[in-house]
């Protein structure tokens, strides 16, 4: 093993935190299967060894109108295509009803950027979810939908996350990061939230209570610097707010055609999942995506620093025949990986299905 890697590894497994310098050096010079070694580790003295969480719930897309046109995106429709789609509060509702009857009682919410679209449209489905199904964890939305929310009302943001509450709102995904350097983002998607509109965002739902998740997803132009930049971004939001509970890494999958997609290597994967659990020293869980990562990788990543799958996903309009069905399937997936599976809510709550009891 490269003697600096060596250090870095102990140094890290003796509690010194790494720093964004250090982790580029592993990026790019350290063995997959050392880091692996190191991230189990630490995976092990952070979360009860020999066990793996999953978690159930539906993915309901409200809108797929949508005017921000990111370059990888097939599920948007353009403002007045006429083929897209918003559901009415009645059918959202029908969405939730099969999901309970599924066993998967939490619900994550999300849509495109459809101006037509009032604040009520949001508040009101929100609403109406809580008060017929108040036993179901809402997540929803995402930086950018929150901050067209902004716009759209001329409130604060803060303002506009306590109205989210207030209506039903009980997590907030860190979805639409992609990778968090300007340059990336101008590439990606020019009209999307900026590195710094998107970090606000994020802060600001964490200080109103708003807990949630984070990642990355990588597999394009972004060079190895801008990974660990994007990394760095989150672990100090981390310390700032405290409310992210996980991190899941993502891939690009094909989508468009002419988006500059590069196949992430499996080994690149794991080095990305071990990394991110020694990088990541503030943020309790590492995730593995079934979705995308497929059954094979997805099982060695649990031995590489990731102790959840996630799993299963009720309707996720473009990866769901990747992943995993049933509770019954995440289930026997983690126990074949060698693992004692535990069910937990959004909110990391062991043996629950939902937060709300
Ligand atoms: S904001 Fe979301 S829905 Fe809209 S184009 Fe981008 S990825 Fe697609």
Same mark, same amino acid.
């Given at each position: 093993?490269?003697?600096?890697?060596?250090?870095?590894?102990?140094?890290?497994?003796?509690?010194?935190?790494?720093?964004?310098?250090?982790?580029?050096?592993?990026?790019?010079?350290?063995?997959?299967?050392?880091?692996?070694?190191?991230?189990?580790?630490?995976?092990?003295?952070?979360?009860?060894?020999?066990?793996?969480?999953?978690?159930?719930?539906?993915?309901?897309?409200?809108?797929?109108?949508?005017?921000?046109?990111?370059?990888?995106?097939?599920?948007?429709?353009?403002?007045?295509?006429?083929?897209?789609?918003?559901?009415?509060?009645?059918?959202?509702?029908?969405?939730?009803?099969?999901?309970?009857?599924?066993?998967?009682?939490?619900?994550?919410?999300?849509?495109?950027?459809?101006?037509?679209? =009032?604040?009520?449209?949001?508040?009101?489905?929100?609403?109406?979810?809580?008060?017929?199904?108040?036993?179901?964890?809402?997540?929803?939305?995402?930086?950018?939908?929150?901050?067209?929310?902004?716009?759209?009302?001329?409130?604060?943001?803060?303002?506009?996350?306590?109205?989210?509450?207030?209506?039903?709102?009980?997590?907030?995904?860190?979805?639409?990061?992609?990778?968090?350097?300007?340059?990336?983002?101008?590439?990606?998607?020019?009209?999307?939230?900026?590195?710094?509109?998107?970090?606000?965002?994020?802060?600001?739902?964490?200080?109103?209570?708003?807990?949630?998740?984070?990642?990355?997803?990588?597999?394009?132009?972004?060079?190895?610097?801008?990974?660990?930049?994007?990394?760095?971004?989150?672990?100090?939001?981390?310390?700032?707010?405290?409310?992210?509970?996980?991190?899941?890494?993502?891939?690009?999958?094909?989508?468009?055609?002419?988006?500059?997609?590069?196949?992430? =290597?499996?080994?690149?994967?794991?080095?990305?999942?071990?990394?991110?659990?020694?990088?990541?020293?503030?943020? =309790?869980?590492?995730?593995?995506?079934?979705?995308?990562?497929?059954?094979?990788?997805?099982?060695?990543?649990?031995?590489?620093?990731?102790?959840?799958?996630?799993?299963?996903?009720?309707?996720?309009?473009?990866?769901?025949?990747?992943?995993?069905?049933?509770?019954?399937?995440?289930?026997?997936?983690?126990?074949?990986?060698?693992?004692?599976?535990?069910?937990?809510?959004?909110?990391?709550?062991?043996?629950?299905?939902?937060?709300?009891?």
């Amino acid at each position: 093993m490269d003697s600096q890697v060596r250090t870095l590894l102990d140094k890290t497994l003796g509690g010194t935190r790494l720093s964004a310098e250090s982790a580029l050096y592993l990026w790019r010079h350290a063995d997959f299967k050392d880091l692996g070694n190191a991230a189990h580790e630490v995976r092990n003295r952070v979360n009860p060894p020999g066990e793996v969480t999953y978690t159930a719930f539906r993915v309901v897309n409200y809108t797929n109108y949508c005017n921000v046109e990111c370059s990888f995106c097939s599920f948007m429709d353009e403002v007045g295509s006429g083929k897209g789609y918003t559901l009415d509060a009645a059918a959202v509702l029908a969405k939730v009803e099969e999901a309970i009857r599924l066993d998967a009682p939490q619900l994550f919410l999300q849509g495109g950027v459809n101006p037509h679209l =009032p604040m009520r449209y949001y508040t009101d489905t929100l609403a109406a979810v809580r008060e017929k199904f108040p036993q179901v964890h809402i997540r929803a939305f995402s930086p950018v939908e929150v901050l067209f929310m902004e716009t759209l009302t001329q409130k604060s943001l803060k303002e506009v996350f306590a109205e989210l509450k207030t209506a039903g709102m009980h997590s907030f995904p860190g979805a639409g990061a992609e990778i968090l350097t300007d340059r990336m983002r101008d590439i990606l998607s020019p009209k999307k939230a900026s590195t710094a509109e998107w970090l606000r965002a994020m802060r600001t739902a964490e200080e109103s209570g708003l807990k949630g998740s984070t990642n990355i997803v990588w597999g394009s132009e972004e060079s190895d610097e801008e990974i660990i930049a994007h990394l760095a971004h989150l672990r100090a939001l981390q310390d700032q707010t405290g409310g992210v509970l996980s991190f899941v890494p993502w891939t690009f999958q094909a989508q468009t055609k002419g988006f500059k997609l590069r196949k992430v =290597p499996p080994h690149e994967y794991l080095k990305m999942v071990a990394l991110a659990r020694l990088f990541f020293d503030n943020i =309790p869980h590492i995730e593995v995506s079934i979705m995308v990562a497929g059954k094979q990788l997805g099982e060695l990543a649990l031995y590489f620093g990731a102790d959840d799958i996630n799993s299963p996903v009720i309707e996720e309009n473009v990866l769901r025949s990747f992943g995993l069905k049933s509770t019954e399937e995440s289930r026997q997936f983690i126990a074949e990986a060698g693992f004692t599976p535990v069910r937990r809510s959004f909110s990391y709550l062991r043996g629950q299905a939902s937060d709300m009891g």
